[in-house]
């Protein structure tokens, strides 16, 4: 499998959710199976088949998220030097040719993508129209609606 590229970010949110998991959530789960299957019939006790259900979750989880990390190239975009080209990890502030409306994005990973955020994944459309390009270059998008033109003003490595 090909490695896949992340932020710091991403790989500190990730190793942080499986130490929760790790430490927290399969503990608590472990032990609400064993109250559960104390209260006797496991074939109608609610409580223990959804523990058991949470327990298979929160072990996929765990499995997923060590894979995730096991295939990471983490990209720490703060230890480049900046040269107003758009590269992985960086925030690019775009500029709608027809609006002028200004948009500001930071170019993450699949699993680090949150559009509320700000965060675009390296593989969307928006992302793989601007890498490789520099500040002042306009780039077309294509979107479900046609072509969008947008004018680089910024490409930042924070």
Not at 7 to 29: C, I, M, S, Y
Not at 33 to 51: C, Q, S, W
Not at 71 to 93: H, L, N
Not at 130 to 156: A, C, F, H, R, W
Request: some cysteine.
């Amino acid at each position: 499998m090909n490695r896949v590229p992340m932020t710091v970010e991403g790989a500190e949110a990730l190793r942080a959710e499986l130490e929760n998991l790790k430490k927290v959530e399969r503990p608590a789960v472990v032990t609400a199976i064993a109250e559960a299957r104390e209260h006797g019939d496991l074939k109608e006790n609610a409580e223990y088949h959804a523990a058991r259900e949470k327990q298979g979750f929160i072990e996929g989880r765990i499995k997923d998220i060590e894979s995730k990390l096991s295939y990471a190239q983490v990209v720490d975009v703060k230890a480049i030097e900046p040269s107003g080209r758009v590269i992985f990890g960086t925030t690019v502030t775009i500029i709608n040719c027809e609006t002028d409306e200004e948009v500001t994005y930071k170019i993450v990973g699949d699993d680090e993508a949150d559009v509320k955020a700000h965060k675009i994944s390296v593989n969307s459309p928006i992302a793989r129209a601007l890498i490789g390009k520099e500040e002042g270059d306009v780039v077309n998008v294509q979107t479900p609606s046609g072509g969008i033109e947008y004018e680089i003003d910024e490409v930042e490595h924070i």
